[in-house]
């Protein structure tokens, strides 16, 4: 596609659910990254794919985090058993491989937990 | 660990006004360091990136530099307009087996009519 797209949009869940976030991203782009923007912080890094593996996991905040990515294309956050404190905004981007590009950003998702 | 830090967290400056944006990090020894936009309530958009081999990249009105051995960037916007009204974050990609950016908090910017 012509950018990152992440779906949904918006989501609202009850607290003890689990949510999947999905990103999809530019074509051809063999690096993917996962970001969390919690209000009035900075962005915190998550994990970090380049094709299906994931090398960096280091910013997963817990257990109840997880994501995979297929087909060196589309990825899937996971959090199991959501807490408040997960409230955020979570920005998935891509560049054509690591480090050495441009990082192309999507929307981002807003969960909001209650 | 890498720091990044921005000051100041937010600037309002009439239109017209040319202006700087700091960034400053903490470990020199980075692969590049990239500046992006933020809307409110939308992704990041990417402005300009710096290689470490470089000392600056401009695009229109929109210059950034690269000193490592300060551990500074700057932005530098000139004759600001209202759209530019946004917050700018800085990231510094550190390599070496990091693969992640780190971020600054951003500065907000508001340039009034």
């Known amino acids: 596609g012509a950018g990152v797209s992440q779906s949904p949009s918006n989501k609202v869940t009850e607290k003890g659910k689990d949510v999947e976030l999905r990103c999809d991203p530019i074509s051809g782009h063999t690096a993917l990254y996962w970001y969390r923007q919690s209000l009035g912080q900075g962005l915190e890094f998550l994990i970090y794919f380049q094709g299906n593996s994931a090398p960096d996991k280091s910013g997963l905040p817990s257990d109840r985090f997880s994501a995979e990515r297929t087909g060196g294309s589309v990825s899937t956050l996971t959090i199991q058993r959501t807490q408040q404190e997960d409230s955020a905004v979570y920005l998935c981007a891509s560049s054509l491989r690591q480090g050495a590009n441009t990082i192309y950003f999507g929307e981002g998702s807003w969960l909001t937990v209650v | 660990k890498q720091e990044v830090t921005q000051i100041p967290a937010a600037l309002s400056v009439p239109e017209g006004e040319n202006l700087v944006l700091n960034c400053s990090f903490t470990?020199?020894?980075?692969?590049?360091l990239q500046w992006f936009r933020q809307d409110p309530g939308k992704g990041l958009t990417s402005l300009l990136l710096i290689q470490s081999s470089q000392r600056e990249q401009t695009s229109g009105r929109l210059n950034a530099s690269l000193d490592k051995s300060s551990g500074r960037s700057t932005l530098y916007i000139a004759a600001s307009q209202p759209g530019d009204s946004a917050t700018y974050l800085c990231a510094a990609y550190s390599g070496a087996g990091s693969y992640q950016l780190t971020f600054g908090k951003g500065t907000k910017l508001s340039v009034i009519p």
């Open positions: 470990d020199s020894a980075i692969y590049n």
